[in-house]
């Protein structure tokens, strides 16, 4: 069973450049959530969906964008990356609003 | 705004010891659920108990049990017979109220670094 599968695991920005992540869950689950976890300060919710077609702001939007287009696929944008996005990026899902979250390995993100 | 705070930043225990891990929150709501969440260094976060605040009775897995305090808003985190294996960082969370809009979103603290020690 794949779960929640991230990509990729580790990338490396220049200031300015763009990029995606892609969540890709296979458990059929209608809520998926993209995090950013940060030293000393917990994870931190980016933006999440509570269905296909369906995107919404968590605490810290600002700099990203989203899409879920199919419901297996949760896609996270940075269109111009800062140095202050670099972080690790998780992305869960699940099934009900319960708050019960599968996540995935995460991505390392450096932005120079 | 919801609130979590783990003031342990790091702890340490024996293996087959018992170790406490503490948390405290705050939230508006009356329904809610609270978690425990691990991160091993492996990275990948995964659900170690859930508590529903309704509910007066402890939750328990197996070596892991909570007690909650509902009144004084404190979620802390009990490890039995201490293994090797449960050498990670631990992660407190409240969701933002059971039903309604809270689409099951998590406010996190900042986590419990444990080192179980042979």
């Known amino acids: 069973n794949a779960g929640v599968t991230q990509t990729p695991k580790f990338r490396v920005l220049k200031t300015g450049q763009s990029m995606t992540l892609l969540c890709a869950q296979d458990m059929n689950h209608e809520y998926m959530y993209w995090y950013r976890q940060d030293p000393g300060m917990g994870l931190r919710l980016i933006h999440y969906s509570v269905g296909e077609g369906t995107t919404a702001k968590g605490e810290v939007p600002d700099g990203y964008n989203v899409s879920r287009l199919k419901k297996q696929n949760f896609l996270l944008g940075l269109e111009s990356a800062a140095p202050s996005q670099t972080s690790v990026y998780f992305c869960?899902?699940?099934?009900?609003?319960?708050?019960?979250?599968?996540f995935g390995e995460g991505s390392r993100l450096t932005v120079l | 705004a919801q609130t979590v705070t783990q003031s342990q930043p790091e702890m340490s225990v024996q293996e087959a010891e018992t170790v406490t891990l503490s948390c405290t929150y705050d939230t508006s709501e009356n329904n809610y659920y609270l978690f425990w969440y691990k991160q091993p260094p492996s990275r990948q976060m995964i659900l170690v108990i859930r508590q529903e605040a309704y509910k007066q009775q402890n939750a328990t897995e197996n070596r892991f049990s909570v007690n909650f305090q509902k009144a004084a808003k404190s979620f802390s985190l009990k490890i039995s017979d201490s293994q090797l294996g449960d050498t990670a960082m631990y992660f407190c969370a409240v969701d933002g109220g059971i039903g309604g809009t809270s689409y099951g979103k998590l406010t996190f603290g900042q986590g419990t670094i444990l080192t179980v020690h042979p």
């Open positions: 869960a899902s699940s099934r009900f609003n319960t708050g019960e979250l599968f």
